[in-house]
Antibody, heavy 123, light 112 residues
């Protein structure tokens, strides 16, 4: 079965960096676009970034552009999110989610999600 | 980037039907048939319930249906059950300088 397991979260000071990982299994990882979505405590969902199946295209939300970078290693079935210049408002549970291959929505419909890794930015 | 607009809460009794709206603009909901709906129970990851406005993934109950008119999408849940109590989020592709996904603020469904 499809499994997505995030790791790398923790408590970090403002302006520091952190790298999140998402280990995928149970499907052909290199056939699917992958996304990061975050959820601040008690708040709604916010899309963060997407990367194409082969890593050649990626897009980031305006709120993280220039600070966060999504990447993937298909040989390791792993998705990454490099987070630099972290701010208090980046505090959230970070989910990795697979872009669907069904219908027209493609990568914009997220059909499998991990359980998330918590990032807390605090001095 | 502002989120899509959803009601903060809706409620219904078991067996009834409810509808959750999701209002955007011509740059997102109105411009694409790429609307999805997610269900999230407390402490759990979101689950895809509807994609492409009205399609259900395998395993999702046919009590869940989606539609769209203009810039507003809707999720209808018929035959409400206690297990439907959860938060629901809509999302859509949004045109921009680069492709984006935008979520709604979420709707808390209470089954009375």
């Amino acid at each position: 079965q499809v499994q997505l397991v995030e790791s790398g979260g923790g408590v970090v000071q403002p302006e520091r960096s952190l790298r999140l990982s998402c280990a995928a299994s149970g499907f052909s990882f290199n056939d699917y676009a992958m996304n990061w979505v975050r959820q601040a405590p008690g708040k709604g969902l916010e899309w963060v970034a997407v990367i194409s199946y082969d890593g050649t295209n990626n897009y980031h939300a305006d709120s993280v552009k220039g600070r966060f970078t999504i990447s993937r290693d298909n040989s390791k079935n792993t998705l990454y999110l490099q987070m630099n210049s972290l701010r208090a408002e980046d505090t959230a549970l970070y989910y990795c989610a697979r872009g669907s291959d069904q219908g027209s929505s493609g990568w914009t419909a997220l059909d499998y999600w991990g359980q998330g890794t918590l990032v807390t930015v605090s001095s | 980037q502002s989120a899509l607009t959803q009601p903060a809460s809706v409620s219904g009794s078991p067996g009834q039907s409810i509808t959750i709206s999701c209002t955007g603009t011509s740059s997102d909901v109105g411009g694409y048939n790429y609307v999805s709906w997610y269900q999230q129970h407390p402490g759990k990851a979101p689950k895809l319930m509807i994609y492409d406005v009205s399609n259900r993934p395998p395993g999702v109950s046919n009590r869940f249906s989606g539609s769209k008119s203009g810039n507003t999408a809707s999720l209808t849940i018929s035959g409400l059950q206690a297990e439907d109590e959860a938060d629901y989020y809509c999302s859509s592709k949004r045109s921009s300088t680069t492709p984006h996904v935008v979520f709604g603020g979420g709707t808390k469904l209470t089954v009375l």
